[in-house]
């Protein structure tokens, strides 16, 4: 090998440099040609073609909005259908369990409570009023109103006032509202007499008007209308479900909530044992 003078060394070093130098100003070159090519050369094109895909979009989503809007226009018949179907099924399957109100059915945590009698009495809805005493210092009575009916919700939505402080342990009271405070039950009653008429007055009404759809569904259909949608009934009380509510698994026994099981039992060794 021939001995490296200090001349080719220098050399050396200076031709590197310059070839990066040239590498250098060949890269940036190119960048300035890709940024052309991107942004002037096809960044318009590009631009013009998404506006197309957008304007194209836009047009599809229109077309589905109106087709969506027809599409529930023409649901809507149907849907009534639907919704009838349930409010007549949910008639069809009601609990028609006995619903007096004694005059003892209220009890409260304090003294006993006083029975004013009925407010209104019929064969669906039975309101009766109280009078207990509650925790106010001065007005320490209250004119409460309990009811039972055989319609329940979404039938008809009750009032259920708070605070009666009474026992509603297993009362079955649908509506339980307070009506007015006193400092005696005398003046409790005059304000009674002087209200009778206009007391739960949109409730009456809810009730009118369910009733008389009530007696125009039992007149007009039998569960045998909607034997195809009955999904389960109970081999002790009839009372059926359809496909409206849930399916049970096949080969079991769904309960039927209209018998407690513990008081089906006991009835059953009662009568045993009668025999
Ligand atoms: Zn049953």
Request: net charge negative; proline share 4%.
């Amino acid at each position: 090998m021939d001995k490296i003078t200090a001349t080719q060394i220098l050399d050396a070093r200076e031709r590197i440099k310059q070839h990066y130098q040239a590498m250098e100003e060949a890269r940036r070159q190119q960048n300035k040609e890709i940024n052309h090519l991107k942004w002037e050369v096809y960044g318009e094109v590009i631009r013009q073609i998404e506006n197309f895909r957008d304007r194209a979009i836009r047009e599809l989503e229109e077309r589905h909005v109106s087709l969506q809007a027809d599409k529930a226009e023409e649901i809507l018949p149907y849907s009534s259908i639907i919704t009838q179907a349930e409010r007549i099924l949910a008639m069809l399957t009601l609990e028609t369990e006995p619903i007096t109100i004694g005059d003892d059915d209220v009890v409260t945590y304090g003294d006993a409570a006083e029975s004013l009698g009925y407010l209104f009495d019929d064969d669906y809805l039975k309101i009766k009023l109280f009078i207990i005493t509650n925790d106010r210092p001065k007005n320490k009575y209250s004119l409460i109103a309990v009811g039972r009916s055989i319609f329940g919700e979404p039938l008809i939505k009750y009032p259920r006032d708070c605070g009666l402080r009474i026992k509603d342990f297993n009362t079955g009271f649908k509506l339980e509202a307070i009506l007015s405070f006193a400092a005696s039950t005398d003046e409790l009653k005059k304000w009674l007499a002087k209200h009778r008429g206009d007391l739960l007055g949109s409730t009456l009404k809810d009730y009118q008007q369910v009733k008389r759809q009530y007696i125009a569904v039992k007149q007009e259909y039998t569960r045998e209308d909607f034997k195809e949608l009955i999904t389960w009934t109970c081999p002790q009380c009839k009372n059926f479900r359809t496909i409206f509510d849930y399916r049970p698994i096949p080969g079991t026994t769904p309960p039927c909530y209209r018998h407690n099981p513990y008081v089906d039992m006991i009835k059953t060794e009662t009568s045993l044992e009668e025999r």
